[in-house]
C-alpha cells in the first residue's frame, strides 16, 4: 500500500507541476503534501518493528500518460478517493493490524477524507465563479 501511495503521490505532482490553473496546482499540492506526511509516518512506524525485508524503494508510475488523463478537478478527486480512501478502508479490514497501527491508519483516514472534501469544494466554489 505504501508504494502504491508514494506512485499515486508522484501522478498527483506531476498533474500540479503540468497544470496551468493556479489555484488548482495549489490545492493538488496541499494534498501531495499530507500524503508524503502519512507516507513518513507509515515508514516510520515500520522501521520502528525492524522490519528487515520491508523495499524502502518507490514504485515509478506506469505512464506518463495517466498524468495527462487526471487534468480535471472530478478526475483528481476520483482517483484521490480510489487510490488512497479505498486503499486505507482495505487495510483497516486486515485482522492482523496492531492498534497503533490501526489507530495510525484511521487518523490518516480522516485527514485524507478532509483533504478530499477540500478538493471537491474548491470543484464546487470553481464551478459557481464560472
Known amino acids: 500500500m505504501l508504494n502504491k ?3 499515486a503521490r508522484k501522478t498527483l505532482e506531476g498533474i500540479a507541476n503540468t497544470s496551468f490553473d493556479k489555484p488548482f ?3 493538488v499540492y496541499l494534498i501531495t503534501s499530507e500524503s508524503l506526511q502519512c507516507e513518513n509516518e ?8 525492524n522490519c528487515d525485508n520491508y ?9 506518463a500518460s495517466s498524468v495527462h488523463a487526471l487534468s480535471g478537478l472530478r478526475a483528481v478527486s476520483d482517483y484521490f478517493e480510489e487510490t488512497y480512501l479505498n486503499s486505507y478502508k482495505k487495510l483497516l479490514k486486515d485482522k492482523h493490524l496492531g492498534s497503533s ?5 484511521q487518523n490518516h483516514l480522516r485527514l485524507l477524507m478532509s ?6 469544494l474548491f470543484e464546487d466554489v470553481k464551478t459557481v465563479v464560472n
Open 5 to 7: 501511495m508514494s506512485a
Open 25 to 27: 496546482a495549489k490545492c
Open 42 to 49: 507509515i515508514r516510520a512506524h515500520i522501521d520502528s518493528l
Open 55 to 63: 523495499n524502502n524503494e518507490y514504485i515509478e508510475n506506469k505512464s
Open 101 to 105: 497501527l490501526k489507530s495510525l491508519i
Open 115 to 120: 483533504s478530499l472534501t477540500q478538493l471537491r
